[in-house]
């Protein structure tokens, strides 16, 4: 099945214990992509690949860093996470310019 | 990318259809519509996507207007479980860089 999945799904931890939230899809889609979500604020991007070896900031990249090691996994990683980096976190992929998948999320708490 | 308008919310009934209105009357000629939707919490869901002709697939139908300033998504039988959030986006096409840009959405209540 297609899909592109996130681990873990649920996750609390404290001020500046470094996480890593994986991201892995199936479908050999170039672009890959995060987003976090937030009450009044909507989806927003923070970083996204075009392909391997090529990342990018998106419009909220403060506090979060990637990598592009192979072409299936995006891992998104909080260096020092702080409790404004409390929310819901999104990965996706597309090939082409056209249909974008989601992963079914992740839920972040910092405490 | 082009910005959309949508109604805060709207109610349907089981069984019937739901029409979903979108205004994105400064759409390029070159940006397609999408529909994405999202149920509680869970990630968004492609529904569908046009350019200017109508599109209908298994889950809904878009109809675009031909000056392509509005559009709206039919689900024709809605049920309890499509109740969400349901986004209309306008996007660049074949563009690797050009992200989904989520307003905030119509939320859909479908009430037996």
């Known amino acids: 099945e297609a899909q592109v999945t996130q681990n873990p799904r649920y996750l609390i931890t404290v001020t500046g214990k470094k996480l890593t939230v994986t991201c892995s899809q199936n479908?050999?889609?170039?672009?890959m992509s995060w987003y976090r979500q937030d009450p009044g604020l909507g989806l927003r991007q923070i970083y996204y690949s075009m392909n391997v070896e090529v990342t990018d900031k998106g419009d909220v990249p403060e506090g979060y860093k990637v990598s592009r090691k192979e072409k299936r996994n995006f891992p998104l990683i909080l260096e020092s996470p702080s409790p404004n980096q409390t929310s819901l976190y999104f990965c996706?992929?597309?090939?082409?310019?056209?249909?974008?998948?989601f992963g079914p999320g992740t839920r972040l708490t910092v405490t | 990318d082009a910005k959309t308008t949508q109604p805060t919310s709207m109610d349907c009934a089981e069984g019937r259809a739901a029409n979903l209105p979108c205004n994105h009357s400064t759409i390029s000629g070159n940006e397609y519509v999408y529909w994405y939707r999202q149920i509680h919490s869970q990630g968004p869901q492609y529904i569908i996507h046009?350019?200017?002709n109508n599109e209908t697939n298994e889950m809904a139908s878009l109809i675009i207007t031909e000056d392509r300033k509005s559009s709206t998504l039919i689900l024709p039988h809605a049920t309890l479980r499509d109740t969400a959030v349901y986004y209309c986006i306008v996007r660049v096409a074949g563009e690797y860089g050009n992200k989904l840009v989520f307003g905030a959405g119509t939320i859909l209540r479908v009430k037996s």
């Open positions: 479908m050999n889609h170039e672009y």
């Open positions: 996706a992929s597309r090939t082409g310019g056209r249909v974008e998948y």
């Open positions: 046009g350019l200017k």
